[in-house]
């Protein structure tokens, strides 16, 4: 045992662990000093309200992170880690979805109270789901068939199924940017399987048949609920958000003037104008356009390093590693973070239209911390077990 952590410490990725780190502080940071404003006067608490709590958050999200990083990635595989997973996911959907006891937030019916002390969002929860799932069945099927290239569509129906399942529950939450990248993410895992091209093309056939009636239902069911006052707004906004600068087009335009007022080198942190009210759940969405005016161009610089850091280096994993489960897992992993990050910016900078997605590692939300310090748990743990197959 004692050889095997020191071989283990010897092969660890270091770097992907201190960037892990850095963020997650670094956004701890910048949780507090955005959401002075909104602790003290919307909620009447102390400045610190939010700064405590997602100091909580993390602390339980670096425990699970060293559970992660120690056990072997190749035990996602087993039956006795998928079974459990994909009940609990059912569960959870079936509670949000068709029970009805979701709680309401931003639009979009897809979070569940815990006792009072934290919401959690069964939507966040797929996403490193949906990516353990596909990799640990894939994976598991193809070493059963002697090669993923022998697999079948019908070798993988249950899988898909299960992912058209959490589809269509996300969509009915009407949660649209949790659907496109949990959509986004499975397609990662499934393009980098090794199946047969002919097996691909069957299965986007099938997704892009079934993806028509799901939309068309969606529309029919549940227009109301997605045709929001707020979410119709940020469509007719995207093009020009001054034209509502009162109304649709307010958080992005006080977002221009956050990222606008910050210059080289910021006002400094703690001096935000704009969090100051006028940009709504500073501490979440719109955390960057606070660290644009307090820090700058360069704390810009350095959240956007440190994320591309993470992505670029998962998917350097994912291409030299010969194991396909390592291979699928990193895939879908960078594909998260990676998306993730391009929605939230995207959103902010005016490229797409706002969609509620926080920033990884950065924004605030106790769910959102957990589930990436887990998949970085992962991604670190295939990393540094490469390279010791790699000394082999």
């Given at each position: 045992?004692?050889?095997?952590?020191?071989?283990?410490?010897?092969?660890?990725?270091?770097?992907?662990?201190?960037?892990?780190?850095?963020?997650?502080?670094?956004?701890?940071?910048?949780?507090?000093?955005?959401?002075?404003?909104?602790?003290?006067?919307?909620?009447?608490?102390?400045?610190?309200?939010?700064?405590?709590?997602?100091?909580?958050?993390?602390?339980?999200?670096?425990?699970?992170?060293?559970?992660?990083?120690?056990?072997?990635?190749?035990?996602?595989?087993?039956?006795?880690?998928?079974?459990?997973?994909?009940?609990?996911?059912?569960?959870?959907?079936?509670?949000?979805?068709?029970?009805?006891?979701?709680?309401?937030?931003?639009?979009?019916?897809?979070?569940?109270?815990?006792?009072?002390?934290?919401?959690?969002?069964?939507?966040?929860?797929?996403?490193?789901?949906?990516?353990?799932?596909?990799?640990?069945?894939?994976?598991?099927?193809?070493?059963?068939?002697?090669?993923?290239?022998?697999?079948?569509?019908?070798?993988?129906?249950?899988?898909?199924?299960?992912?058209?399942?959490?589809?269509?529950?996300?969509?009915?939450?009407?949660?649209?940017?949790?659907?496109?990248?949990?959509?986004?993410?499975?397609?990662?895992?499934?393009?980098?399987?090794?199946l047969r091209g002919k097996v691909l093309l069957r299965i986007f056939g099938m997704i892009s048949g079934l993806g028509a009636v799901v939309v068309s239902?969606?529309?029919?069911?549940?227009?109301?609920?997605?045709?929001?006052?707020?979410?119709?707004?940020?469509?007719?906004?995207?093009?020009?958000?001054?034209?509502?600068?009162?109304?649709?087009?307010?958080?992005?335009?006080?977002?221009?003037?956050?990222?606008?007022?910050g210059g080289l080198e910021g006002k400094g942190l703690g001096q935000s104008v704009q969090k100051l009210g006028y940009l709504p759940e500073p501490q979440?969405?719109?955390?960057?356009?606070?660290?644009?005016?307090?820090?700058?161009?360069?704390?810009?610089?350095?959240?956007?390093?440190?994320?591309?850091?993470?992505?670029?280096?998962?998917?350097?994993?994912?291409?030299?590693?010969?194991?396909?489960?390592?291979?699928?897992?990193?895939?879908?992993?960078?594909?998260w973070i990676g998306l993730q990050t391009f929605i939230n910016l995207g959103g902010l900078s005016g490229i797409i239209p706002l969609t509620g997605v926080?920033?990884?590692?950065?924004?605030?939300?106790?769910?959102?911390?957990?589930?990436?310090?887990?998949?970085?748990?992962?991604?670190?743990?295939?990393?540094?077990?490469?390279?010791?197959?790699?000394?082999?």
């Amino acid at each position: 045992m004692k050889s095997y952590f020191k071989q283990y410490l010897r092969n660890f990725d270091y770097g992907l662990f201190f960037v892990f780190i850095f963020l997650s502080l670094f956004g701890l940071v910048m949780i507090y000093s955005s959401s002075i404003w909104v602790s003290i006067v919307y909620l009447g608490e102390s400045p610190d309200y939010y700064f405590l709590k997602q100091r909580t958050n993390l602390i339980l999200a670096f425990l699970l992170f060293l559970v992660v990083v120690i056990v072997p990635y190749k035990r996602l595989s087993s039956k006795v880690i998928l079974m459990p997973l994909m009940v609990l996911m059912i569960i959870l959907e079936f509670w949000v979805t068709f029970a009805g006891n979701g709680k309401t937030t931003t639009g979009s019916q897809s979070w569940i109270s815990i006792f009072g002390l934290m919401n959690f969002q069964p939507s966040e929860f797929a996403k490193l789901f949906i990516i353990i799932f596909f990799a640990g069945t894939f994976y598991r099927k193809s070493i059963n068939k002697g090669s993923a290239q022998l697999l079948k569509f019908d070798d993988i129906s249950f899988p898909l199924g299960m992912w058209l399942f959490i589809l269509g529950c996300v969509g009915l939450e009407t949660d649209i940017g949790a659907l496109f990248i949990i959509f986004v993410i499975a397609m990662s895992v499934v393009v980098t399987s090794g199946l047969r091209g002919k097996v691909l093309l069957r299965i986007f056939g099938m997704i892009s048949g079934l993806g028509a009636v799901v939309v068309s239902a969606l529309l029919l069911l549940k227009w109301e609920s997605i045709s929001t006052a707020s979410r119709i707004g940020r469509f007719t906004s995207y093009l020009d958000p001054f034209a509502y600068a009162q109304g649709s087009g307010y958080q992005v335009v006080n977002g221009y003037y956050a990222i606008g007022s910050g210059g080289l080198e910021g006002k400094g942190l703690g001096q935000s104008v704009q969090k100051l009210g006028y940009l709504p759940e500073p501490q979440t969405d719109f955390i960057m356009a606070v660290i644009a005016e307090e820090l700058g161009l360069l704390g810009v610089s350095i959240v956007i390093l440190g994320l591309g850091f993470i992505v670029i280096r998962g998917f350097y994993i994912a291409m030299i590693t010969k194991d396909p489960l390592a291979r699928m897992l990193a895939a879908g992993i960078s594909t998260w973070i990676g998306l993730q990050t391009f929605i939230n910016l995207g959103g902010l900078s005016g490229i797409i239209p706002l969609t509620g997605v926080t920033l990884p590692f950065i924004s605030y939300g106790g769910t959102s911390i957990l589930l990436l310090s887990v998949a970085m748990g992962i991604l670190i743990n295939v990393s540094t077990y490469h390279k010791i197959e790699k000394r082999k």
